[in-house]
């Protein structure tokens, strides 16, 4: 069979309203020309990330149902405990609200002013937690990752020789964790091998320096290591998982993306005098150790989310369905990050429209194209998301899990084919507001005519 079909049925659906051009251009205005203004409402397909936005399945609603709500030692507690300890073998896990809830925590504990945390490539929120401990965060990605157009199978692997010679040069002490991000995000996202992270825990094991995995995604990041990486190709994804754990001293998960729930986070950590740090903080800001910042019911639908993710079928699925879309965009003309990513398709905006400088975010405008001429909502990973650190002007069409069929999908093809044609009329922007911090979230455009 060649058609790998969503390996679920529908039993609930939610109406999608349609908008006219007229009412999109000025949704458009009033927005800033930033799509986070947007009301979710005057979105036709939204693809601004795969995080929190997944449909869970009839099991984890009846979870749902399920859910004790009782303050310490909820039943529901345990059955999480006991899903991420099966999956990851940690024993102590910690339950965040979200990912960031799980990076303020480590990088409060460990991070600091003279601190360095190098990463194949930081996710903003990541980076924003190092640096608002007053730390260096560093990205070492692989030269390769630097090229859109360059094909690698692990494109997410870390440098290792470059964090060889960073140690060498800042010094160990200085290094409090070495962090590698599962799939690499920002990168395209592209997955890390199982042979890179081996290599990367030799090096910190040489010079004593715990490695932590940024592991949002790390059930897709282990089916590309089963589908790519010589003699996996015969195990199970969750053996995989097993192996890319076992190499970590800890772990920040956002259970937005492969724990299948719509919020929730998870921190792990082996050290035990750290882990008992991280408890104090965690019932300082989050809620006690039992459910940190979540309701019962969302740590039921985690432990259900956190089994299904691994389901082969399923992962099949996701990565065949986010290839089909870099499939079709490839073919229409446009350059993308290849190849495909787990949960994203990269579009190159600098590509697209040379015809708009990089201070006028190429990317930013290619975001406003796509909303204008189909309704649907990406993401700009480029100027203005790395505020002019990146090389690369990028809009990032996220999947959301198991929410979109293969006509949503086709429709976005339509819509991209039908862009493509009059890329040359895409405006240049100019930003009217620029904060300080994560500016892509709230930064205010005018376009340039
Ligand atoms: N790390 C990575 C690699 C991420 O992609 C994200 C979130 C986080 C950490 C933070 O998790 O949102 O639960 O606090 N990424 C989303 C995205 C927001 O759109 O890529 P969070």
Not at 223 to 251: C, H, N, S, T, W
Not at 269 to 289: K, S
């Amino acid at each position: 069979m060649k058609t790998i079909i969503e390996p679920f049925r529908i039993k609930v659906v939610e109406p999608l309203r349609m908008t006219t051009r007229e009412q999109r251009e000025r949704i458009l205005r009033e927005a800033a020309f930033n799509v986070f203004n947007i009301p979710a409402r005057d979105v036709l397909i939204d693809l601004l990330t795969d995080s929190g936005t997944g449909a869970m399945s009839s099991l984890q609603w009846a979870g749902i149902m399920q859910g004790d709500e009782s303050y310490a030692g909820a039943e529901s507690f345990y059955r999480f405990q006991e899903r991420l300890r099966e999956l990851t073998g940690f024993e102590h896990i910690l339950p965040t609200h979200q990912g960031r809830a799980s990076e303020r925590i480590l990088f409060e504990l460990v991070g600091g002013k003279g601190k360095v945390i190098p990463n194949n490539s930081h996710f903003d929120t990541t980076r924003a937690n190092v640096e608002h401990s007053a730390a260096e965060a560093v990205d070492l990605p692989i030269p390769e990752a630097r090229d859109p157009q360059a094909f690698h199978p692990f494109k997410g692997n870390m440098n290792v020789e470059a964090l060889v010679e960073l140690i060498e040069r800042v010094g160990a002490e200085c290094i409090p964790l070495c962090m590698v991000t599962v799939t690499d995000n920002t990168g395209g996202g592209q997955p890390v091998s199982l042979e890179n992270l081996r290599a990367v825990r030799a090096v910190c094991d040489r010079y004593g320096i715990p490695l932590y995995l940024d592991a949002c995604r790390f059930a897709e990041n282990a089916y590309f290591i089963k589908l790519r990486e010589p003699g996996q190709q015969g195990r199970a994804v969750r053996d995989i998982v097993r192996d890319m754990f076992d190499l970590a001293d800890g772990a920040t998960i956002s259970a937005k993306k492969d724990g299948l729930v719509n919020i929730g986070g998870v921190l792990l950590i082996r050290d035990p005098a750290l882990a008992q740090r991280a408890d104090a903080l965690l019932i300082l800001t989050e809620g006690f150790v039992t459910y940190g910042g979540l309701a019962g019911r969302d740590l039921e639908a985690m432990a259900q989310g956190f089994e299904e993710v691994v389901h082969e079928d399923y992962l099949a699925y996701r990565i065949r369905s986010t290839e089909y879309l870099g499939e079709k965009l490839r073919t229409i003309g446009y350059q993308i990050v290849e190849p495909p990513g787990g949960h994203a398709i990269y579009v190159d905006a600098a590509h697209l429209a040379p015809h708009i400088p990089r201070h006028q975010f190429p990317g930013q405008a290619l975001v406003c194209g796509l909303y204008r001429q189909g309704g649907i909502r990406a993401c700009e990973i480029g100027s203005v998301f790395h505020g002019g650190r990146g090389a690369t002007e990028l809009v990032r069409l996220a999947i959301p899990r198991r929410v979109y069929t293969q006509s949503h999908i086709d429709y976005v093809v339509e819509a991209s084919a039908a862009l493509f044609e009059c890329r040359h009329t895409l405006v240049g922007l100019r930003m009217t507001n620029d904060p300080p911090v994560l500016r892509h979230f709230t930064a205010r455009f005018a376009e340039v005519r």
